[in-house]
Structures are given as structure tokens and as C-alpha cells.
């Protein structure tokens, strides 16, 4: 005859079978805080304060209150600015996460070794300053540039093409340098299907498109989801490659950021515009943890 045991004395025998005196639980908890306070100060100090400092700003300098961001609200100029900076976000995104879905299913398909090579290519640009990318860009697409030469020289085209100084050029040199933050969530995310279930697939009858529409994209969404999240919030803080591939005629929201801080010195709309910058990120991830569990947004298992 067994005699029941309350949770208490379970919970102390499930201690012990761990090999765990209940006893030195809240010593080991206190322990992993102590560890872990370096990183919340240094968080505090670098990241929380600075914000926390930003925010204040918005709302005392110049205009009192609510007055910087209904002067936000109500200017044209600062509308088409946001509007500038989200169509050339979204249609980053969209350039980059297609181009990275095909780059990712051709590694993941790929032998090991050939695999390791091609994402080493991959890699490659996050060695390389995007400043120098920029730069190499416009060596690309100016009107002297190697690109209209091929062209001219191929008899594609009669006259150059103007490559330089509109959102042409800006979505070209975003597109480059997201790519490979959109391939690695979407090949993290690739890897981890078994292939055994695309086998199965055309086992039962299914044909190639099928399967792939069937199985391996909807099993590949997590990564999706995760790749154009961060390519997107990614998207709305680029300062370097708009400034020198628009040519200061393509404005988004960090440039002007960057103007009101440095050469205005109007810091109240500055910091208005940066904390509507932070809120629309959060915005995004919220919004997007309505769709995918935020466990498995970026690829992880």
C-alpha cells in the first residue's frame, strides 16, 4: 500500500533524485543573478540610458509635450521622408529575402563541401566595411562605370543608364548587403527539414513543384518569417549606402536623423524622429509574433 505524498514532498524528492538539496536552489538562482548583472549594467548604461535620454529630448526640445511629434504628424516633408524609407524598406526586403530564399535552397541542397564553400561566399561580405561596398558600387553603376560600359559595348543599350543618385542605385546597394542576413535564417531554417519527408513526398506520387510547394516551403516559413523581419527592421536604420548611392537626392529617416543632429542641431524633432523610428521596429516584431511563435521567429528550433 503506497501513502500519498503532497506536492511539497514530491517536489523535495524530485530535488533529491536530481541530486539537488532544495536548499541550495535560491543560493544558485542568486548566483546566476550576480553573473548575469555585468551584462543588465552594461545594457543599462549603453543601451537603456542613451534611449531613456533620446526619449526625454523628444518631448522638451524645441516643443513641449506632444508638439515635436504632431509637428511630425502634420509636415509634409517628414511624411514623404517616412514614406520614402518604408517603400525602399519593403522593396528591399522583398529583392533580398527572394534572392536569399534561392541562395539558401542551393546550399542547403549542396554536398557538405560544396556547401561549406558557398557559405563562405556568403560570408564574405560581413567581412567588408559597408562603406568600401558602397564605394565599389559606384565604380559599378556610374555612367563611366563598368556596368554601362558592358552594356554599351554589348550593344544593350544606345546611351548610359543613370544608376547613380536614385532610389535605382539605393535599392541595388541595400538589396547587395542584405542578402546574406536573409540567406542565413532561411538556411538554418532549410537545414533542419528532414529530407526523408521530401523523399516520402515523391514516394506517394507527388511531383517536384509539388513537394516543394507542399512541404518544403510551408516547413521553411519559420526562417521566412525570421529573414524578412530582420531584413525589414534592418531596412529602416540604413544611413551610408542611401547617403552615397542617392546622391543626397533619396532621404529616409536615418539620414535625416543623422542632418537634424548634426547640422540643424534641432534635436527635438531629431529624437522625435528616432523614437517613431524605435517604435515602428517594436511594432514590427510585435506584429509579427501574432503570426509566428516568437520561439522560432529567427530560425531556431
Known amino acids: 500500500m503506497t501513502t500519498p505524498t ?13 541530486g539537488e538539496e532544495p536548499q541550495t536552489r535560491k543560493p544558485r538562482l542568486l548566483q546566476g543573478g550576480l553573473l548575469a548583472l555585468p551584462a543588465l549594467l ?14 526625454r529630448l523628444s518631448f522638451i526640445e524645441p516643443l513641449a509635450g506632444f508638439g515635436n511629434y504632431v509637428h511630425l504628424a502634420t509636415d509634409p516633408l517628414y511624411f514623404r521622408i517616412a514614406a520614402t524609407t518604408l517603400r525602399i524598406s519593403a522593396l528591399t526586403t522583398i529583392l533580398a529575402v527572394a534572392l536569399g530564399y534561392l541562395l539558401a535552397y542551393v546550399i542547403a541542397q549542396a554536398s557538405s ?14 567581412w567588408m566595411s559597408v562603406l568600401v561596398r558602397a564605394f565599389a558600387w559606384i565604380l559599378l553603376l556610374q555612367r563611366e562605370g563598368l556596368l554601362n560600359a558592358a552594356l554599351l559595348s554589348l550593344g544593350v543599350i544606345q546611351q548610359p543608364l543613370s544608376l547613380l543618385g536614385n532610389e535605382t ?17 532561411l538556411l538554418s531554417s532549410m537545414l533542419a527539414i ?5 523523399a516520402a513526398s515523391r514516394a506517394c506520387g507527388a511531383g517536384p513543384v509539388r513537394t516543394m510547394w507542399r512541404i518544403f516551403v510551408p516547413l521553411s516559413l519559420p526562417g521566412l518569417a525570421g529573414a524578412t523581419i530582420l ?58 509574433s501574432k503570426f509566428v511563435r516568437t520561439e522560432t521567429l529567427f530560425g531556431a528550433s
Open 6 to 18: 503532497s506536492p511539497g514532498v514530491g517536489s523535495t524528492i524530485a530535488a533529491v533524485e536530481l
Open 42 to 55: 552594461l545594457i543599462g548604461v549603453c543601451f537603456v540610458l542613451p534611449v531613456g535620454n533620446i526619449l
Open 113 to 126: 563541401r560544396m556547401r561549406s564553400w558557398l557559405l563562405l561566399i556568403v560570408l564574405i561580405p560581413f
Open 169 to 185: 542605385g539605393v535599392l541595388i546597394g541595400m538589396v547587395h548587403y542584405m542578402i546574406p542576413y536573409a540567406t542565413l535564417p
Open 194 to 198: 528532414d529530407p526523408r519527408l521530401m
Open 231 to 288: 531584413v525589414f527592421v534592418l531596412n529602416l536604420g540604413f544611413l551610408v549606402t542611401p547617403a552615397l548611392l542617392g546622391g543626397g537626392k533619396v532621404i529616409m529617416v536615418a539620414q535625416y536623423i543623422q542632418f537634424g543632429i548634426n547640422e540643424t542641431l534641432n534635436w527635438g524633432i531629431a529624437t522625435a524622429l528616432a523614437t517613431s523610428l524605435l517604435a515602428l521596429v517594436l511594432l514590427s516584431l510585435v506584429v509579427a
